[in-house]
Nanobody
Framework: QVQLVESGGGLVQAGGSLRLSCAASGRTFSSYAVGWFRQAPGKEREFVSHISRSGSMQYYADSVKGRFTISRDNAKNTVYLQMNSLKPEDTAVYSC?????????????????WGQGTQVTVSS
């Protein structure tokens, strides 16, 4: 089992940057692929990015491609989401999730473990 805690959210102006962190407990974090998802008020949860357990494969939603970068440091049990050129439409609660598989997925229901989320607000 793994527990996830997100941090790094906040208020930023359009065009700015934030780096989110997803810290995991447990010795076997390197066995889990991790995904980032977001949910804005009144909208469904949306896939953002995922990374394989080794970190060698990453995948992004079209809406964030070229602006966001996912990475991981298995020695620190942490996955990061670097968000650049932020737009007001990026405003949402961002959550990380883990699945006990080598590869990530864009489907939320394929993740067994979730963090509590961190708020990102981008002002225009």
């Amino acid at each position: 089992q793994v527990q996830l805690v997100e941090s790094g959210g906040g208020l930023v102006q359009a065009g700015g940057s934030l780096r989110l962190s997803c810290a995991a407990s447990g010795r076997t974090f390197s066995s889990y692929a991790v995904g980032w998802f977001r949910q804005a008020p009144g909208k469904e949860r949306e896939f953002v990015s995922h990374i394989s357990r080794s970190g060698s494969m990453q995948y992004y939603a079209d809406s964030v491609k070229g602006r966001f970068t996912i990475s991981r440091d298995n020695a620190k049990n942490t996955v990061y989401l670097q968000m650049n050129s932020l737009k007001p439409e990026d405003t949402a609660v961002y959550s990380c999730a883990a699945r006990s598989d080598g590869l990530g997925s864009s489907a939320p229901n394929e993740y067994a473990y979730w963090g509590q989320g961190t708020q990102v607000t981008v002002s225009s």
